[in-house]
């Protein structure tokens, strides 16, 4: 009995702490992406587009409002459908 209380506390905890990095993550995205689309002339879909990059890439998004994608790999080597670049 005492093993099954101690599986279930293991899983409890590692599935609590994967919650825990994905509201991070969504939480500091917002901010981050902001920055990032502040000079956007098309702002609502560089936010949308920026915020699911940022989600995938577990919070980075590059610094600045253009360039520097080279801080975060996993958003700039998102591809669109078409093959183009995925993250602004």
Partial sequence: MKFVVVQFSIIFLLLTSSL????????????????????????????KDCNICCQKCNGCVPSGTY??????????????????????
């Avoid at 689309?37 to 879909?45: I, N, T």
């Avoid at 996993?74 to 183009?84: E, I, P, Q």
């Fill in 20 to 47: 825990f990095v994905f509201s991070t993550a969504d939480s500091s995205c917002g901010g981050k992406c902001n920055v990032r689309c502040s000079k956007a002339s098309q702002h609502d879909l560089c936010i």
């Fill in 67 to 88: 360039g520097n994608r080279d801080e975060c790999p996993c958003y700039r080597d998102m591809k669109n459908s078409k093959g183009g670049p995925k993250c602004p």
